[in-house]
Nanobody, 120 residues
Framework: QVQLVESGGGSVQPGGSLRLSCAASGSIFRVNVMGWYRQAPGKQRELVAVINSGGVTNYADSVKGRFTVSIDNAKNMVYLQMNSLKPEDTAVYYC??????????????WGQGTQVTVSS
């Protein structure tokens, strides 16, 4: 019904940058909130950054000042610009979207995840 496809993960040295993209498609009436979560080995999934359709953002304290989330409402896409990456940023990053469809409001969908590895 709704699909999220992430791209842009990879390996980078500490201090480097990566940009993640996520495209939402399917029977979407309206995108309310999109964002990024991450899960490191042995840890729970945690919020990284989210943004609503009006551009209001929320960041985890650990990424404030280094990561920037943005949204393209016309394309139903969300981006995560990650700068000054640290080894502790290593995780699988998941895109999430809360959307209105024909059948439900604020339904939550997840992407398949993309690996980000920060290592020297």
């Amino acid at each position: 019904q709704v699909q999220l496809v992430e791209s842009g993960g990879g390996s980078v040295q500490p201090g480097g940058s990566l940009r993640l993209s996520c495209a939402a498609s399917g029977s979407i009436f309206r995108v309310n909130v999109m964002g990024w979560y991450r899960q490191a080995p042995g840890k729970q999934r945690e919020l990284v950054a989210v943004i609503n359709s009006g551009g209001v953002t929320n960041y985890a304290d650990s990424v404030k000042g280094r990561f920037t989330v943005s949204i393209d409402n016309a394309k139903n896409m969300v981006y995560l610009q990650m700068n000054s990456l640290k080894p502790e940023d290593t995780a699988v990053y998941y895109c999430n979207a809360a959307v209105d469809t024909q059948y439900s409001n604020y339904a939550s969908y997840w992407g398949q995840g993309t690996q980000v590895t920060v290592s020297s």
